[in-house]
């Protein structure tokens, strides 16, 4: 393990302790997983799990990933979460899974090349594995191949010029929502332009969807984490949000007046009247949950 992934594991660490949560880090077989490495917030426990593939030889690499993946949930990026009382499908954990990794991986790629220290193998099999399996060029699979391409292009954007043409020419609809996804991605610098940066990939993907008939809307499906401004952090927590009963849910929410996203799912057993009442009188930055 060089120097530069020891600092940043001891960096992890404290700002881990910091704020109250533990670093576990642990080695198993992940060959028939998705991905070789993982992390895992157990928000009940306070615990960042990071899995690392046993006995891989860019172990040191794909532990540095999962690294900056904690220190951007530990400094307020935005996490896409689940609800636990809506079934989710494929789909749906797919598109969660691609957007917030690509709102990360943007920032994340140009951390690792700048630390000199990358995971070249693991991204070359990447694009070779996935760059010439792409799915139809058509309905919605279309919007996979888009997200597909962009990961590749942030994970080696040399190696990836070399599929780029022929993509532009069998799939012109992949190639042309990957451009348009990226435009949006370049826009990430800090946790707020990252939930921005999210919330227009949302859009975009409505959008295509709709084109094909299909109706999604994330507001409905996922829980999208909030970002405060520091000047916000002062003001009560019913100017910015407020308290939801959802047909056919029996749990509360708090929703973002703004943009009509849900934040946080208050659970079932508290009362309304009470909890709003309570977000009247307390101040953001002293409300459990809020970033």
Request: glycine share 4%; aromatic share 12%.
């Given at each position: 393990?060089n120097d530069s992934i020891k600092k940043q594991l001891e960096w992890i660490k404290e700002m881990a302790t910091s704020k109250g949560y533990t670093l576990n880090i ?147 609809n992949s190639d042309q929502l990957y451009r348009k996804l990226k435009r949006v991605l370049a826009t990430i610098k800090s946790p707020l332009t990252a939930r921005y ?83 009247k009188q307390v101040r953001c930055d002293k409300y459990s949950g809020l970033n």
């Amino acid at each position: 393990m060089n120097d530069s992934i020891k600092k940043q594991l001891e960096w992890i660490k404290e700002m881990a302790t910091s704020k109250g949560y533990t670093l576990n880090i642990f080695e198993r077989d992940t060959s028939q997983e998705k991905g070789l490495g993982s992390h895992y917030v157990d928000y009940a426990k306070k615990e960042i799990e990071i899995t690392l593939p046993l006995g891989h030889e860019e172990k040191d690499a794909i532990l540095l990933h999962e690294l900056i993946h904690a220190e951007f949930f530990l400094t307020g990026f935005p996490r896409i979460l689940r609800s636990p009382e809506i079934q989710y499908d494929g789909l749906d954990l797919d598109l969660f899974q691609h957007i917030e990794d690509l709102s990360q991986h943007v920032l994340l790629y140009s951390k690792m090349n700048e630390l000199k220290v990358m995971h070249d193998k693991e991204n070359t099999n990447f694009l070779k594995n996935y760059l010439t399996n792409l799915f139809p060029d058509d309905q919605y699979t279309f919007v996979r191949n888009a997200f597909i391409l962009t990961e590749s292009f942030y994970r080696n954007p040399v190696e990836f010029l070399n599929y780029e043409p022929d993509i532009r020419k069998t799939h012109p609809n992949s190639d042309q929502l990957y451009r348009k996804l990226k435009r949006v991605l370049a826009t990430i610098k800090s946790p707020l332009t990252a939930r921005y940066a999210i919330i227009r990939l949302f859009d975009i993907v409505q959008e295509e969807f709709a084109r094909c008939s299909i109706k999604y809307d994330f507001k409905e499906k996922c829980i999208l984490g909030s970002v405060l401004l520091e000047n916000q952090r002062q003001l009560f927590v019913s100017d910015l949000f407020q308290l939801v009963k959802r047909p056919k849910l029996k749990h509360i929410y708090l929703q973002e007046k703004r943009t009509g996203y849900y934040v946080q799912v208050l659970g079932s057993t508290i009362d309304f009247q009470k909890e709003k009442e309570f977000i009247k009188q307390v101040r953001c930055d002293k409300y459990s949950g809020l970033n």
